[in-house]
């Protein structure tokens, strides 16, 4: 009986040490995000699921800014096209 019981702790360790390096992975995604706060492991850790869509949907804060296309001043204005009367 004793043996069974510590195969249970031992197999119950295992699955916490695996769940937690699980969760560090998705720690490293929200770290690539520009999310530095330790919750981001944490949330995964305990929430499962919910915590690991919560990291999948943090926003970028690390995008690169859009470029905007200026257009030159000379450029000929959109010749105004009288709309239909209905």
Known sequence: MEGIIVI???VSVGVLVAWGLFCNEFYKIALEK???SP???WLPFFFSIAGILL?????????QP?????LP???????EEPLPKL
Not at 66 to 70: E, G, H, L, W
Not at 73 to 79: C, E, I, L, R, S
Request: without cysteine.
């Open 8 to 10: 249970v702790i031992l």
């Open 34 to 36: 520009g999310h530095d």
């Open 39 to 41: 919750k981001y492991l």
């Open 55 to 63: 990291v999948i949907a943090l926003p970028d804060r690390r995008q």
């Open 66 to 70: 859009q470029q905007t296309v200026v």
């Open 73 to 79: 001043a000379t450029a000929p204005a959109a010749q």
